[in-house]
């Protein structure tokens, strides 16, 4: 029978010590974000405002997170030069940092030789998987959960060789 899958607020309420999120497509449809990423292709602004009614409910999250001693880790690894919706969710990291995320970014080449679970996915306290389904268009689909051991292991294996060869946000730069 499958697992329900937790919404975000359970997974990073429920975590204990870490919650990692890696990404590694170039883009991403997904309906929250079109209002705001067609914004910032007619005019080049992004909301950078924490508090805004977009962002809140993430940095709100994120903040009551990190104030428990959980360390909120995000990796991007991205083909370049970058997608414009690379330039888009690069524009907006800002917000991720400013809630107490690190980020940072790895250029796919770089990725090569590091064996990558097929999905993005977050990993709750080295043990808990949350994987990230999208179709082809980059919209979300339904999402999956798993505890199975040798899938955490190859995601904590993957994610700490792409976090120690990534360049932290403020130091990447978009070519």
Request: hydrophobic share 40%; proline share 6%; net charge negative.
């Amino acid at each position: 029978m499958p697992q329900s899958v937790p919404s975000f607020a359970e997974l990073l309420d429920g975590a204990k010590e870490s919650a990692l999120h890696l990404e590694m497509r170039d883009s991403y449809g997904v309906a929250s974000e079109a209002e705001a990423l067609a914004r910032w292709r007619e005019t080049g602004d992004v909301d950078t405002d924490p508090e805004s009614p977009y962002w809140s409910p993430w940095t709100d999250l994120v903040r009551r997170t990190v104030a428990r001693g959980v360390v909120v880790r995000r990796a991007r690894i991205v083909s370049e030069p970058v997608s414009d919706y690379i330039r888009y969710e690069h524009a907006g990291t800002i917000v991720n940092l400013a809630a107490g995320e690190e980020v940072r970014w790895l250029a796919r080449r770089q990725a090569s030789d590091i064996p990558l679970p097929g999905n993005d996915f977050w990993l709750i306290d080295s043990r808990l998987i949350r994987w990230n389904h999208f179709t082809g268009a980059g919209a979300s689909a339904p999402g999956e959960v798993t505890e199975d051991p040798d899938a955490a292991r190859l995601c904590t294996t993957a994610f700490e060789a792409v976090w120690s060869r990534a360049i932290p946000h403020n130091e990447y730069k978009i070519n």
